[in-house]
């Protein structure tokens, strides 16, 4: 923990923002370094334009290519764009929009300039799809320029197609090695063209409007409850106010201010700034204000993120959020499938297992993305898919898909629907889990590990693993790929009755990260991070 963590940011710790930009323009990569090359990760293309990881070749290669992978795959729709509120998205932006109309590509941009969050352009990519006159013109795709809740020097490139959520690895892999081929060969083959003939869309209404159809506003606004909103910065800035305007909330947006450099932010655990609403941290001067509403949340930069402070309970855990929703959620949607299943990712609280098996419903456990969530959420199937870094979206009052990107808007106003029915805030219904299913211990851990060893971690068999215990109690499944849907899970979690572990190489660093839970308490998470790491490290041959 940097022992400045929790304080707010002094000058030394802001961008040279100009700096920034000026390098997203002038520095130009050379793909035979890897640090320079196009690489998709579970979030698109990240990188600081610093360090020559997020430049203009980099943004002209990866639109080309997009250009390309939509006509291979017959889309002809228009092509949804939205960005945050990082200082090399607006750049990035500009350099896209050449490319998409040097293409011909119909392109719809913000038709009052302002910044998209990532689920309303998955809402917006959705709404057009559903409605048979709109999908017989084509169907649409889109791109969402965000690093999420990245450090302010970062920049970040991201693929929706037509089902609107994150592309697969298929997607991103093609969109990747053909972007680098465009960069290797001079960008000769890119189209560029001023983009003078870009049509507008109302991403802002058409979301905020329709929010009626999947949160209980009535509720909300007839309990009367105070709800504090704190945008960090980002791009749901000016949605909260609409949504406080639309429906009569009483609903204070707490910090109006934008800055690239965020200026207003309280370090990180390792003294950066990041964006990140689920980071008692990063969250602190928030959290200062928790006294005075009956909910106060956070969003990070693209609003795909959730944090939920309560004035008994502070900033939540995402997990133990998770599991609140989750319970609430099926017993106040009569109008979802009644198979409808529970989705979490596979490195998410056991609580949550506990949860869906009192209700009676299927759990669906898959791999660490929220990709994995697309398919059920779009046909019904999955009523809510969810992820331990505070990443959520579930279905509308009817049963039919939302959005298929993470909502972290929603999952808030959520959160203020919870307190005005229940009459209970999130974190005391959690407190009545804890009660009824025990209180586990939860953490996030790394450990050394070579790229080799990182290597052979991603490909590692459970069979491999020959331990029969777990601190003390029989192991009773060894997993190498989700029980949900069979995917490798480029890891392994060792599960027991009362704890588990899950391990998986960094995809930046030379560790592999460990998850790990007891229902055994603190104590007990000790000895399963320990011999975890033993575990693993015997597996590996180490």
């Not at 997009?66 to 090399?88: K, M, N, S, W």
């Not at 402070?309 to 995402?318: E, Y």
């Not at 949550?352 to 759990?363: Q, T």
């Not at 009755?497 to 998850?515: C, L, M, N, Q």
Request: glycine share 10%; proline share 6%.
């Amino acid at each position: 923990m940097h022992e400045r963590a929790g304080t707010p940011a002094t000058p030394a710790d802001l961008i040279d923002v100009d700096a920034l930009v000026r390098a997203y323009y002038e520095l130009k990569p050379d793909v035979s370094v890897p640090e320079q090359r196009v690489a998709f990760g579970t979030s698109g293309h990240r990188g600081s334009s610093l360090k020559t990881g997020f430049n203009e070749d980099h943004i002209l290669a990866i639109t080309q290519a997009i250009v390309e992978y939509r006509t291979a795959q017959g889309i002809t729709g228009p092509l949804f764009i939205g960005a945050d509120t990082h200082a090399l998205s607006a750049p990035a932006q500009t350099t896209a929009l050449d490319v998409l109309v040097g293409n011909k590509v119909r392109v719809l941009v913000d038709e009052f300039d302002d910044y998209v969050p990532t689920p309303a352009l998955s809402h917006a990519i959705l709404k057009w799809n559903t409605d048979p006159a709109r999908r017989a013109e084509g169907e649409a795709d889109g791109i969402v320029i965000t690093p999420s809740h990245n450090p302010p020097a970062d920049g970040g490139f991201k693929y929706n197609p037509p089902h609107g959520g994150p592309a697969d690895s298929d997607a991103t892999s093609w969109i990747a090695n053909r972007a680098n081929e465009l960069i290797a060969g001079g960008l000769r083959e890119v189209n560029q063209a001023e983009p003078s003939s870009v049509e507008t869309y109302d991403y802002r209404s058409n979301y905020v409007d329709d929010l009626e159809n999947i949160i209980d506003v009535e509720a909300i606004k007839r309990s009367g409850i105070k709800i504090g909103a704190d945008p960090l910065g980002g791009a749901s800035v000016n949605y909260w106010a609409a949504i406080r305007d639309r429906y009569g909330l009483d609903l204070t947006v707490v910090n109006e201010r934008v800055d690239p450099a965020w200026s207003f932010m309280t370090l990180d655990w390792d003294g950066k700034i990041r964006m990140d609403p689920s980071s008692p941290n990063a969250m602190a001067s928030v959290v200062a204000q928790a006294g005075g509403y009956d909910i106060l949340t956070g969003n990070d930069a693209d609003a795909d993120r959730h944090g939920i402070v309560t004035p008994d309970g502070g900033l939540m855990n995402p997990n133990h959020y998770l599991a609140v929703a989750i319970e609430y959620l099926y017993a106040n949607r009569p109008g979802w499938r009644a198979d409808a299943a529970i989705g979490k990712t596979l490195v998410s609280s056991s609580m949550i297992d506990r949860v869906a098996d009192a209700l009676g419903r299927r759990l669906w456990e898959v791999p660490v993305g929220f990709k994995w969530f697309v398919p059920g959420l779009v046909d019904g199937s999955v009523g809510f898919g969810g992820e331990e870094s505070a990443g959520a979206s579930f279905l509308r009052f009817d049963g039919t898909v939302w959005t298929t990107d993470k909502d972290g808007i929603l999952l808030c106003l959520l959160a203020s629907e919870i307190r005005a029915v229940t009459g209970k805030s999130p974190s005391a219904l959690y407190a009545e889990l804890v009660e009824r299913f025990g209180d586990p211990a939860y953490e996030r851990t790394d450990a050394s590990a070579t790229p080799a060893q990182k290597a052979a971690l991603s490909k590692l068999d459970g069979d491999a693993i020959t331990a029969t215990e777990l601190a003390g109690d029989p192991i009773t499944a060894k997993l190498s790929r989700a029980p949900g849907n069979d995917a490798a899970i480029g890891g392994v979690k060792v599960q027991s009755a009362d704890a588990w572990f899950a391990a998986r190489p960094s995809g930046t660093e030379d560790v592999y990260k460990i998850y790990a839970e007891s229902f055994k308490g603190p104590d007990h998470l000790r000895q399963v991070q320990a011999e975890a790491q033993r575990i693993v490290g015997e597996a590996l041959g180490g």
